[in-house]
């Protein structure tokens, strides 16, 4: 068994091989999967905000498993993160797993970090490894899931709240130029939701938030979004988006961002955005069949709203975390 890194320019391959073993070693997760595109750009792509290495372990000239490193440029520079790391079922029981790991923590030795961090489901092979590796939980999440097909989007309707003083703007994929200052003051909101206590606030400028916006159709997806903004200035006041596979090759989509603006909190503002743009997607994309989304289990205000709206839970993961 050799472990060597891949080229994203020369390894196709390896990359398909390392999605593969992935999809293989997730076949009991019940929500939706990257697609391989998605799956090379955010584990596979060497960003300006995220340098990224790719590691696979090649048996007989096959990906046996391997593992993605994230390095955090802009902030954060002591931190790196592993995932997935992924061992084919067929080749579990053998170590392989435990050398990969050992790898990861090397290479991030190596990069001068100072806090591993991973992500697994709660329970289970995940977990159990993670415990015995040394790793400690730290923040945990829980998916929920909103059945569109049960939905009734009348009594969704009913649920709106009349918010007197802002106006809602509303776009179908990435933003344009002229929306990234104000994607970066919305995005800057989103750093007192709960993280690990090693982990510095992200700060977000237009640079970095169009690089995020650019991602999206890289990954092969789009998106619905939703920012509300006060009438006496056009301030931005809150914000929500979901994403969905551009090709409507399934029926799932990723409620993946929401926030309000600490000054404009109190006001119902997040129910009238997430509700605002939920109706709207529904009515969009009739094919749609289940949104997913994720929520710290302390975020106890926005779980109240995602309950109201009809999502139960999925399951939960835990971020692991290994000082270095």
């Known amino acids: 068994m050799t472990v060597q890194r891949v080229d994203l320019g020369r390894d196709e391959g390896m990359v398909a091989g390392l999605y593969d073993a992935y999809v293989a070693a997730s076949a009991d997760d019940p929500g939706p999967l990257p697609t391989l595109p998605r799956f090379r750009l955010n584990f596979g792509a060497d960003r300006p905000g995220q340098g990224v290495e790719m590691w696979v372990a090649v048996e007989s000239g096959n990906v046996a498993g391997g593992y993605s490193l994230g390095l955090p440029r802009l902030d954060n520079t002591h931190t790196a993160s592993v995932f997935p790391l992924v061992v084919r079922p067929e080749r579990r029981g053998r170590g392989l797993g435990a050398a990969l790991f050992e790898h990861a923590v090397g290479r991030a030795r190596a990069h001068g970090r100072r806090l591993?961090?991973?992500?697994?489901?709660?329970?289970?092979?995940?977990?159990?490894?993670?415990?015995?590796?040394?790793?400690?939980?730290?923040?945990?999440?829980?998916?929920?899931?909103?059945?569109?097909?049960?939905?009734?989007?009348?009594?969704?309707?009913?649920?709106?709240?009349?918010?007197?003083?802002?106006?809602?703007?509303?776009?179908?994929?990435?933003?344009?130029?002229?929306?990234?200052?104000?994607?970066?003051?919305?995005?800057?909101?989103?750093?007192?939701?709960?993280?690990?206590?090693?982990?510095?606030?992200?700060r977000y400028d237009a640079e970095r938030v169009g690089e995020r916006e650019r991602s999206i159709a890289e990954a092969g997806q789009t998106c619905y979004t939703t920012i509300a903004r006060r009438d006496g200035d056009g301030a931005p006041a809150a914000f929500t988006r979901i994403v969905l596979k551009a090709d409507r090759s399934d029926g799932w989509a990723s409620q993946v961002d929401t926030v309000v603006l600490r000054p404009h909190r109190g006001r119902r503002l997040g129910l009238l955005v997430k509700l605002a743009n939920l109706l709207w997607l529904r009515e969009s994309e009739p094919h749609l069949d289940r949104v997913i989304t994720w929520n710290a289990g302390t975020n106890v205000h926005m779980l109240a709203i995602n309950e109201a709206m009809g999502f139960r839970l999925l399951d939960e993961w835990h971020t692991w975390r290994l000082e270095l």
């Open 116 to 202: 591993l961090l991973t992500e697994t489901p709660a329970t289970g092979a995940g977990a159990r490894f993670a415990r015995a590796h040394g790793m400690t939980p730290s923040v945990t999440e829980a998916r929920r899931t909103l059945d569109l097909r049960a939905a009734d989007p009348a009594a969704l309707r009913a649920l709106t709240p009349a918010v007197e003083g802002y106006t809602l703007q509303q776009w179908v994929g990435p933003a344009g130029p002229e929306l990234l200052d104000d994607l970066a003051t919305l995005f800057d909101g989103m750093n007192d939701a709960p993280r690990d206590a090693g982990v510095e606030a992200s």
